[in-house]
């Protein structure tokens, strides 16, 4: 099975993970994209959108996941990294959540740019799905052995501009075709 060492679970409105998964193919990253997006449109709506962000190399992964995911949430768009125009919105049909924000904050400096795209209003809407590539130039949240849940609490205490991601998801390289992904909540 795909999802060996690793859990899904409801615990209340979040997903409650433990472990990593290791893909030995693309198809196989999308398939867990797609899985995550359909436990995801189980849940209720919350206070806010449901965000994740994505983490890792270049060429770990993230877009290919979040293919999988496009195609969990019934979006045929094709799903391309944007990179270069920053945030793409997707309507997802037939949910209780409206859309999916792909955003890429790879040419961002820091939480200031992407407060200009009115993210603030986009996460504080419960009908929205939000995956952040590169949440590290937005987050001051570092992906280091856990510890994500206290960083991202420290975080609260501090400027408030933005709240942590309701989860982290890591994308590790072994190699050309092996990618450890770990999913952790915030």
Same mark, same amino acid.
């Given at each position: 099975m795909l999802i060996k060492k690793t859990t899904i679970n409801y615990k209340s409105r979040w997903l409650s993970h433990r472990g990593s998964t290791t893909t030995k193919s693309s198809g196989q990253t999308q398939k867990l994209g797609e899985t995550l997006a359909k436990k995801i449109l189980k849940l209720p709506t919350g206070k806010g959108a449901v965000v994740f962000g994505l983490s890792g190399n270049l060429g770990g992964g993230k877009t290919t996941? @979040?293919?999988?995911?496009?195609?969990g949430l019934k979006i045929k768009e094709k799903i391309l990294s944007p990179t270069f125009v920053i945030m793409k919105r997707f309507h997802i049909p037939d949910s209780t959540f409206h859309n999916f924000y792909h955003i890429d904050c790879y040419r961002l400096k820091d939480e200031k740019d992407i407060l200009e @795209?009115? *993210? #603030?209003? !986009? !996460?504080?809407?419960p009908k929205n799905i939000v995956a952040i590539e590169w949440p590290e130039r937005i987050y001051p949240v570092e *992906?280091?052995?856990?510890?994500?849940?206290?960083?991202? #609490? =420290? *975080?609260? =205490?501090? #400027? #408030?501009? @933005?709240?942590?991601?309701? *989860? !982290? !998801?890591r994308f590790k390289f072994i190699d050309r075709d092996k990618r450890e992904i770990i999913i952790k909540n915030c």
């Open positions: 996941f @979040l293919q999988g995911v496009a195609k @795209l009115d *993210f #603030k209003s !986009i !996460i504080s809407n *992906f280091a052995e856990g510890n994500v849940l206290q960083k991202a #609490k =420290r *975080f609260n =205490r501090g #400027k #408030k501009t @933005l709240s942590p991601p309701t *989860f !982290i !998801i």
